[in-house]
């Protein structure tokens, strides 16, 4: 299931920039400071990232599963970070959209496959952290889910992530959160408020009560 919905997320994403028009990688994403067509390529080094973990194996315990993988402040980004400015130069770098298209394909299928080669039970390491590989891909379902609603954010007629990634994303951000989101909120808002992505609305300030006051929480 793990590697089910790792692979419907990340295909689905995939297609969605497969589909974008030239203007469109113009148009500003979700992310402070990035166009889309930052996102695009940050999402070629988030394949790149794929590959070496799962073909980086580890002889120790777990430290780490899909859930506390996530780094949680309250402080969103504002793209001034160098890491993420590296990325807009990059970016940048490659001229022209079908170039960025072409490499996120390349990269992005050989990570899909690998993902499904992996064993789930395989531990692997990444970042002074131990996951088993099927934790490591649940914990980027999350990524690849509100990643996708960042590429969509100004675009009109673009299709979202697969509502049983949204479902699945949601889920562990309550799980971060120790705490429900309204039922009243779809899946979508309660990620794009509860991650900073969006400010709630009045009525909405009023339906989430306590929880109001520990938002955002930034996922890194």
């Known amino acids: 299931m ?15 920039v497969a589909g974008l028009s030239d203007a469109d990688f113009a148009q500003p994403s979700g992310c402070a400071g990035w166009l889309v067509q930052d996102l695009v390529c940050h999402l070629v080094i988030d394949a790149q990232d794929v590959l070496i973990t799962l073909v980086t194996p580890a002889d120790t315990e777990p430290t780490h599963d899909a859930v506390t993988y996530w780094t949680v402040s309250q402080t969103p980004p504002t793209g001034y970070d160098p890491l993420d400015a590296l990325i807009v130069r990059l970016a940048a770098a490659y001229e022209h959209p079908e170039l ?12 899909g496959r690998a993902a499904e080669l992996a064993d789930p039970a395989l531990r692997v390491s990444t970042q002074e952290m131990v996951l088993t590989a099927g934790d490591y891909l649940s914990a980027y379902v999350l990524e690849w889910t509100l990643h996708h609603l960042d590429l969509v954010a100004h675009l009109t007629d673009v299709t979202g992530p697969p509502p049983d990634a949204l479902a699945r994303t949601r889920a562990m951000l309550e799980q971060i959160a120790g705490a429900s989101f309204p039922a009243s909120f779809s899946d979508a808002d309660a990620l794009l408020i509860g991650t900073g992505r969006r400010t709630p609305t009045a009525a909405e300030t009023a339906e989430l009560g306590d929880l109001a006051a520990r938002l955002p929480f930034v996922l890194g």
Do not use: E, N, Q
Request: glycine share 4%; net charge neutral.
């Open 2 to 16: 793990t590697v089910d919905l790792f692979s419907r997320s990340w295909t689905a994403l995939r297609t969605t």
């Open 100 to 111: 960025l298209k072409f490499h996120l394909d390349d990269v992005g299928s050989a990570a």
